[in-house]
């Protein structure tokens, strides 16, 4: 079982920017695709990026641009850097893994592992 600690998050004002942070238990690296998701009140959890095992990664339009997702395999660590934040940002973020590969992007379906989600909070 891999577990997913997540930090960062909190608020921030619209333009600004915020890193969050996401250490796995274990090295998992080559092993699972990895992602961030994000959930805002009534609406349903959708993919903002994802990592697949070749270093490939994707991200909806609604974000590309602005978010970059990265990961330091000597630390365990997975990154979501977020730039330009906007107010439709605000959302409960989380990290995840998925099953490899994930050619198309972040999808809830294929994900094994989920962190413990961090608020993001962008005011106008």
């Known amino acids: 079982q891999v577990q997913l600690v997540q930090s960062g998050g909190g608020s921030v004002e619209a333009g600004g920017s915020r890193r969050l942070s996401c250490v796995a238990s274990e090295n998992i690296s080559g092993r699972y695709c990895m992602g961030w998701f994000r959930q805002a009140p009534g609406e349903e959890r959708e993919g903002v990026a994802s990592?697949?095992?070749?270093?490939?990664?994707l991200y909806p339009y609604s974000v590309k641009g602005r978010f970059t997702i990265s990961n330091d395999n000597a630390k365990n660590t997975l990154y979501l850097q977020m730039n330009n934040l906007k107010p439709e940002d605000t959302a409960m973020y989380y990290c995840?893994?998925?099953?490899?590969?994930?050619?198309?992007?972040?999808?809830?379906?294929?994900?094994?592992?989920w962190g413990q989600g961090t608020q993001v909070t962008v005011s106008s």
């Open positions: 990592l697949d095992i070749d270093g490939s990664t």
């Open positions: 995840a893994a998925l099953n490899a590969p994930c050619k198309n992007g972040a999808y809830s379906e294929f994900v094994r592992f």
